[in-house]
């Protein structure tokens, strides 16, 4: 390893839009403790708006490998490019290939949880302690950390804050034909699967309530929502559909001007998060005690029933019971409620 005071640190990051968004706490961790570190961030080629977007990231680099896919040259390739360069590794994912990159890169410190037969691959592996890292963010910073204080579990877990761009909003505002007025974001993605979506028809009627208040409704997410964003949009005036119209950069600027947004468990819920917008946030099949959107400007909205948190893609009873029961009136007075 390099001077304790000045490493050269190596993360290989998450391959979700809200891990990588937690994955800050990690960076600001890492440059509080080594403030003259050098941090690079391996990670896929989508994430690399969302890392230019944290000052604590030094160096992206691109692991263009599909989901799903091993990709050995492609590893082989970047792990070439990246040899002598850095003194240590953590490698967040659990998976056995996401450690790949590092051994091959012969970078002499490679921290990791164990798991999938890694015990080569790794040779400062960690214990996961479920109960004692119960949270996916605190998972992250623990290995930023001495292995003494982490298995002690009272660490800090620092707040992540993206950058806005101002000149951008503006831009946004005027080529998207969003003026001027307030605006509620809504995202109603769940990539993850539909027990962790709240139904559209909930967040249409919740649209309407909205307009009749004077907002103007934001409707943001990818292209595999735009159908989704297209159901709660139609017809209404004043609800405008950006699903597959925006990059994930604008996606951040965008909910940064919201006054609050309305989410799913969801990756733009952390973005949303990162940039301190008020949250309503909407939980069935998973946990905020899991995946808390980590900021104190947030509602969380939540039944808790007996069947809930599930964790299933699918809800395993075939009701849903955990979104359909959480109803539009809810979250209209709620918004009202933290204006």
Not at 76 to 97: Q, T
Not at 254 to 272: K, R
Not at 293 to 298: M, R, V
Request: aromatic letters at 6%; a positive charge; charged letters at 25%.
């Amino acid at each position: 390893m390099g001077k304790a005071s000045a490493p050269r640190i190596l993360v290989v990051g998450p391959s979700w839009v809200g891990d990588m968004v937690m994955a800050q706490s990690l960076f600001m961790t890492l440059k509080a403790r080594y403030p003259g570190a050098t941090l690079g961030v391996l990670a896929p080629a989508w994430s690399q708006p969302i890392l230019a977007r944290m000052p604590e990231v030094d160096e992206t680099i691109a692991l263009e490998v599909g989901h799903g896919e091993f990709g050995w040259q492609a590893r082989r390739a970047v792990a070439d490019s990246l040899r002598g360069r850095f003194d240590r590794a953590l490698v967040l994912p659990r998976s056995w290939k996401s450690a790949l990159v590092p051994f091959l890169a012969r970078i002499p410190e490679r921290i990791g949880f164990t798991g999938e037969q890694r015990v080569v691959l790794l040779n400062r592996r960690r214990r996961l302690d479920k109960s004692l890292l119960d949270q996916t963010v605190k998972r992250f910073v623990s290995l930023g950390l001495d292995e003494k204080e982490a298995e002690r579990g009272d660490f800090t877990i620092p707040r992540p804050r993206l950058r806005v761009d101002p000149d951008s909003q503006r831009t946004l505002r005027a080529t998207l034909g969003l003026g001027d007025g307030p605006a509620i974001g809504l995202m109603p993605g769940a990539e993850y699967g539909p027990a962790k979506q709240w139904p559209l028809d909930h967040f249409r009627e919740l649209a309407v309530a909205l307009t009749r208040r004077g907002y103007g409704v934001w409707i943001l997410g990818g292209p595999k929502d735009t159908d989704d964003g297209e159901h709660i949009a139609r017809g209404v005036d004043g609800v405008v559909n950006l699903c597959g119209r925006t990059k994930l950069a604008d996606a951040v600027d965008l909910l940064a001007a919201c006054e609050q947004v309305v989410t799913n468990d969801s990756g733009l819920m952390h973005v949303a998060a990162a940039v301190n917008t008020r949250i309503q946030a909407i939980y069935g099949s998973s946990s905020p005690a899991y995946t808390p959107p980590l900021t104190e400007n947030a509602v969380i909205h939540d039944l808790e029933l007996d069947c809930s948190p599930c964790f299933q893609r699918t809800c395993p009873l075939g009701h849903t019971h955990c979104l359909k029961h959480i109803m539009p009136e809810r979250l209209n007075h709620a918004i009202v409620a933290s204006r």
